[in-house]
C-alpha cells in the first residue's frame, strides 16, 4: 500500500546508475577526452627540455608519469626510427609520442584515432613546447609533426611555421 510520503532514491540504485553513466561516457570519443590523458615519458634524468615539455602538457591538462631513462629503449620498444629521434620518448592511448609534440597535436591524434603508431617532432625545433623558455630568447624556428604510420612511413601532421 502507497503512503503520501517521498520516496528516498536507493542509494545501491544510484550508485549502479552513476556507474553506468560513466562507463557510457568512456564510450563517447567527445566525451572520453573530458577525463585527462595520462602520458608515460621516457627521459634523460638531467634533460631540462624535457621537463619543460611535460610542464607544458600537464599545463594542458595531461597526467604524465615520468621515468627517468630509458628513453632509447621505449623508442625501440615503440617502433620509432632512430631517424626522428629526439631527447624523449613517451605514450599516450596506445600512441608512441617522440619530442616535442605540442599538446594540441596530441588532443587531435586521440580525438581522430588514426591508424598510425604515433607522431614525432624529430631533433630538438627551437619553439616547439619545451625548446621555448627564456633560455632560447624567444626563437622559433619552423617545424613539423610528423604522423608516424605502421609501415615506418611518414606524412606532415601539421605544420608550424
Keep these: ?92 592511448g596506445g600512441y608512441a609520442l617522440e619530442g616535442h609534440v605540442p599538446a594540441r597535436e596530441i588532443r587531435r591524434l586521440l580525438q581522430e584515432r588514426p591508424q598510425a603508431l604515433g607522431l614525432a617532432v624529430p631533433a630538438m625545433p627551437l619553439g616547439s613546447p619545451g625548446m621555448d623558455g627564456p633560455a632560447y630568447g624567444a626563437r622559433k624556428d619552423p617545424y613539423e609533426v610528423l604522423l608516424l604510420l605502421k609501415d615506418g612511413s611518414t606524412r606532415v601532421y601539421q605544420n608550424y611555421p
Excluded at 72 to 87: D, E, H, K, N, V
Design 1 to 92: 500500500m502507497k503512503t503520501n510520503e517521498t520516496a528516498r532514491p536507493d542509494p545501491q540504485r544510484r550508485h549502479a546508475l552513476q556507474l553506468a553513466l560513466g562507463l557510457g561516457a568512456l564510450a563517447m570519443p567527445g566525451l572520453a577526452l573530458a577525463v585527462a590523458p595520462r602520458v608515460q615519458v621516457w627521459k634523460g634524468p638531467a634533460c631540462g627540455c624535457c621537463t619543460d615539455w611535460i610542464r607544458h602538457l600537464q599545463a594542458q591538462g595531461f597526467q604524465v608519469d615520468v621515468t627517468e631513462g630509458g628513453n632509447t629503449q621505449a623508442r625501440q620498444r615503440l617502433g620509432i626510427p632512430l631517424a626522428l629521434g629526439s631527447c624523449h620518448t613517451a605514450l599516450v
